[in-house]
């Protein structure tokens, strides 16, 4: 009996040794693995914007010092201001991104390089049949001055030139063009915008009467505003 249990002992051992060296073999091939899947990864070239915008927000200019998120993050980035460079022959320069997610789509803001870097737009970028698809908002800056100047001509003409401020976004445009002029305005765009008179200059009664004419005159156009 002491021998066929020692036997059997022995026997417990070379089993357990056994298992014990099939896993270490399956987690080297493992490592093997990983390493492989890294070494075939193509290293990820920076280019000059992409290190400007990098170092705008604080991170590493070098490209093995970014995480993986933050590597796919700066390609997007610069591939979508390519894209709306190359549709509007304008550059564009970077204002923030969103990244894609569950709840929603993945977002650059940007504004003309050589404009005010507070007049941002978003560009959209969505991933239909394989292929990407851009959307921007861009004619909503290049309407926004067009439109702010053409109510302010007006509002002059009611209080004085040196009597009225306006400040206006655009909410709604019907027909989207590169450039638009004053005759662009008139039922195809709707916007909001702040009207500021100068109550020292401007007496109440001509107030009242701007306010009604103003009124009507931006129901004619088909414009939607607020009043100060």
């Not at 399956?26 to 075939?40: D, G, Q, R, V, Y």
């Not at 591939?79 to 969103?98: C, P, Q, V």
């Not at 002029?181 to 909001?192: F, H, L, Y």
């Not at 109440?204 to 931006?218: P, T, V």
Request: hydrophobic content about 30%; glycine content about 6%.
């Amino acid at each position: 009996m002491k021998t066929v249990r020692k036997r059997m002992i022995i026997g417990m051992f070379i089993i357990i040794g056994i298992m014990v060296c099939s896993c270490g073999m399956k987690k080297n091939n493992s490592n093997e693995s990983k390493n492989i899947t890294l070494k075939s990864k193509p290293e990820l070239v920076l280019n000059e914007r992409q290190k400007e915008i990098l170092e705008e927000v604080g991170l590493p200019t070098d490209a093995e010092k970014l995480d993986s998120s933050q590597q796919e993050a700066i390609i997007a980035i610069d591939e979508m201001l390519t894209e709306i460079e190359k549709k509007y022959n304008t550059s564009f320069s970077y204002a923030g991104y969103i990244a894609p997610g569950p709840l929603e789509h993945e977002q650059l803001i940007a504004y003309q390089t050589e404009g005010s870097s507070g007049d941002t737009f978003t560009v959209t970028r969505i991933k239909k049949n394989g292929k990407y698809v851009y959307e921007d908002e861009y004619a909503n800056v290049l309407a926004e001055h067009v439109y702010t100047s053409y109510i302010l001509k007006y509002c002059q003409t009611q209080v004085g030139e040196e009597n009225v401020k306006i400040y206006s976004i655009i909410t709604g445009i019907k027909e989207k063009k590169t450039q638009f002029q004053e005759k662009d305005i008139a039922n195809n765009i709707s916007g909001e915008s702040c009207v500021f008179v100068d109550g020292g200059r401007v007496t109440e009664e001509d107030y009242n009467e701007f306010l009604l004419n103003y009124k009507q005159w931006i129901k004619e156009h088909n414009f939607h505003h607020l009043y100060y």
